[in-house]
């Protein structure tokens, strides 16, 4: 999307440009349409056990991965840019060599090999699929598509399958939820988040593409948010978009403010679950000290990361196991049933203790801070970094109350689009005018 392409002025040459960028297109979508939507939509909640559908491991959500990887991959080693990829992906060798290491004294070190890889390909899938679309217009064009169909398939949920698009009282968990929508994803704190991207997404087509597909698709995302019920996503796209204007205007100081704004918003999170006093002082200001039960969660996770700082438990390989039933069970404590530590920074040291955490705090916080500031200078496509800085402030801030990190989810996905999309306006070149391009013969 920002590299330097040449063309040739023979037919066939232009024929197979023509092919190739249908051929990108058509992948584009797939693989937006296949992270956005998963191979289970419209998962039943009446189960008394529920399973999130990014972790099913059957043969045909196997197949359709690698296939999809494989495709990606082929499609890079013909692109000039594939260099910005592997060096971005670099270094995130190093966080999966650690991950492969602590997991070798997990429970079950196949288990998370398996899970290591199956991450490995999603961030290598985010990363190559900003190389797949020829500029930030055709970029624009190609989201619009997308975004049209995952909210036409959100909307058409709730009105011709209601039971399986809105929470019920019938539920397994969480009945208090009924009435809320959340279309064809598992809970309605994911709809709501997925709404913002959108909004944020479509922000930017009404920048680069279409004003009326623009203002379309931010009202049908936004009555959506309202309709999940979700808060917390909710109060942070104003904040995001203000954030924003702010960071852009940061000059040296903007590493200082993401890391402290990240660090505060942590500490008092976490202090709350642990400290009276906190507590007392949340309360007095209108807050809920438990942020909707999950203090009690993160209680179980600080224990268990006393007990493990360095290696963690191994990635994925804590919640659901006896680490955790040894550790609580006695106390009859609900939160031991817990998926998730609901804070993904919490969740990265249960998975590879404190040295994991330092590797991603590094990867995803301190160099796309310093990728934002170059792109910001260089002032190429100001609309697509500005796109890239919401979803990556979004992700980062999500973070702290959803623990989507190295998962298969949508807002992971979305932050590794984010991530790599910020490297490519820093180093990418960008992509000559049509008249002005030299010719290859």
């Known amino acids: 999307m920002s590299s330097e392409r040449y063309i040739s002025n023979d037919n066939s040459d232009s024929h197979q440009v023509a092919v190739g960028s249908m051929v990108s297109s058509v992948l584009f979508v797939v693989i937006i349409l296949y992270f956005w939507i998963g191979p289970s939509p419209f998962s039943s909640l009446a189960e008394s056990t529920i399973s999130l559908p990014f972790n099913s491991s059957n043969t045909l959500n196997q197949f359709v991965m690698l296939t999809i990887s494989l495709s990606v991959m082929a499609m890079l080693a013909f692109n000039p840019a594939v260099r910005l990829t592997v060096k971005f992906l670099g270094f995130l060798l190093i966080i999966f060599l650690w991950l492969v290491i602590t997991g070798l004294a997990a429970p079950d070190p196949m288990f998370v090999l398996r899970r290591a890889a199956y991450a490995m390909l999603i961030c290598i899938c985010a990363c190559g ?26 909307y058409l949920g709730v009105l011709a399958l209601p039971q399986r698009a809105v929470h019920q009282a019938s539920d397994a968990v969480e009945v208090g939820l009924a009435g809320d929508w959340r279309g064809y994803f598992l809970h309605k704190n994911t709809a709501a988040a997925a709404m913002v991207y959108c909004v944020f997404l479509g922000l930017f087509i009404r920048a680069r593409h279409s004003v009326g597909l623009g203002w379309l698709i931010i009202a049908l995302a936004a009555f959506f948010l309202w309709k999940t019920g979700g808060k917390t996503a909710a109060a942070m796209l104003p904040t995001i978009l203000v954030a924003t204007w702010f960071f852009e205007r ?12 990240l660090g505060l918003m942590n500490y008092i999170l976490i202090s709350a679950a642990v400290s009276p006093s906190m507590q007392a002082l949340l309360k007095s200001y209108g ?20 007990n493990s700082p360095v290696t963690g438990y191994g990635f994925q ?7 955790v039933y040894g550790g609580e ?52 496509e100001p609309a697509l970094t500005r796109l890239f800085i919401r979803c990556w402030l979004f992700s980062a801030f999500l973070g702290c109350l959803e623990s989507a990190f190295l998962s298969g989810e949508q807002m992971w996905f979305m932050m590794l689009i984010a ?23």
Not at 250 to 261: D, S
Not at 317 to 323: I, L, Y
């Open 317 to 323: 390989s804590f919640w659901r196991t006896s680490a």
């Open 419 to 441: 991530l790599f999309g910020l490297r490519l306006q820093a180093y990418a070149e960008p992509m000559l005018p049509h008249s002005t391009q030299p010719t290859r013969t």
């Open 287 to 306: 807050v809920d000290p438990t942020f909707t039960d999950r203090a009690a969660i993160w209680r179980i996770a600080l224990s268990a990361i006393s």
């Open 250 to 261: 940061a000059g040296p100081f903007r590493l200082l403010v993401v890391g402290g704004a």
């Open 129 to 154: 699929i900003l190389l797949l679309p020829r500029t930030g217009v055709h970029f624009a064009k190609l989201m619009g598509i997308c975004l049209l169909l995952i909210l036409a398939l959100c």
């Open 329 to 380: 069970a006695s106390m009859s404590n609900w939160a031991v049933d817990a998926t998730s530590a609901h804070n993904g920074y919490l969740e990265l040291l249960l998975h590879g203790g404190w040295p994991l955490l330092a590797l991603m705090v590094f990867w995803m916080v301190i160099l796309p801070c310093h990728h934002a500031s170059i792109a910001i200078k260089r002032k190429t």
